[in-house]
Each structure stands twice: as structure tokens, then as C-alpha cells.
């Protein structure tokens, strides 16, 4: 008989793509690492379909988790001399779960995100 078993624990940041390809060639990444700055922030520099790099990594987080147990039993009788029966029985089992976490966020009134939730 053999069982074993393994979980794995996975938390990361969401997928940046959108983020990275609507990004402005001549601003350097490094210089948006305050978000709260006026110039970096959902407000004004970011829209609802992308948001400072930065900003994700800090507040959008996805969680997964994997359980999983795995093995066999064997059983094997003589029958005679030269005759061997073997039942064997296996089983793969696994339960996994996903959470996302995302910031609740509201624009100041006037500012090019608001105008956008219109």
C-alpha cells in the first residue's frame, strides 16, 4: 500500500498585460513606484482597463491552493504453485481553490476616471 499526499500553495499578482501594453514608451517604470503621486495614480494617469504596475502588485493578489492525495493497494494471493492472483486499486484525488483579491477603489469627483464610470 502507498499514499501520498501534496499541497501546493500558489499567491501571486494578477496578470500585468494590459497594464504593460498600454504603458507610455517614454515614462520609466521605476518613476511610478509612489502611486499616490497625482501623476501615477487611478485618477488622472491610469484608466479603468489599466492600472499602475506598481499598484497591482501591491493590491491585486490571487491565492491558490491544491490538495491532493494519491496511491494504491495491491493484494496478491497463491493460488498454486505458479499461479499468482493480484487485485490492485488506485485512486488520484485533488481539491483546489482560488481566491482573488481586489481593492475597492473610488475616483475623486472631476477626474478623468470618474468621468469614465458615467
Known amino acids: 500500500m502507498t499514499m501520498n499526499y501534496v ?6 499578482s494578477n496578470d500585468m498585460y494590459m497594464e504593460l501594453l498600454q504603458h ?3 515614462v520609466d517604470y521605476s518613476v511610478m513606484k ?4 497625482e501623476r501615477y495614480n487611478l485618477d488622472n494617469y491610469y484608466t479603468l482597463y489599466a492600472t499602475n504596475p506598481y499598484y497591482m502588485i501591491d493590491n491585486y ?10 496511491g494504491r493497494i495491491e493484494l496478491s494471493y497463491d493460488i498454486m504453485k505458479g499461479l499468482k492472483a493480484t487485485g490492485r486499486l488506485g485512486g488520484d484525488f ?15 469627483d472631476g477626474s478623468p476616471g470618474s468621468v469614465q464610470l458615467r
Open 7 to 12: 499541497r501546493k500553495d500558489i499567491s501571486r
Open 24 to 26: 507610455a514608451v517614454d
Open 34 to 37: 509612489d502611486y499616490n503621486d
Open 61 to 70: 493578489r490571487s491565492n491558490y491552493q491544491d490538495d491532493r492525495v494519491y
Open 94 to 108: 485533488s481539491n483546489n481553490r482560488t481566491t482573488l483579491q481586489e481593492p475597492k477603489y473610488s475616483f475623486t
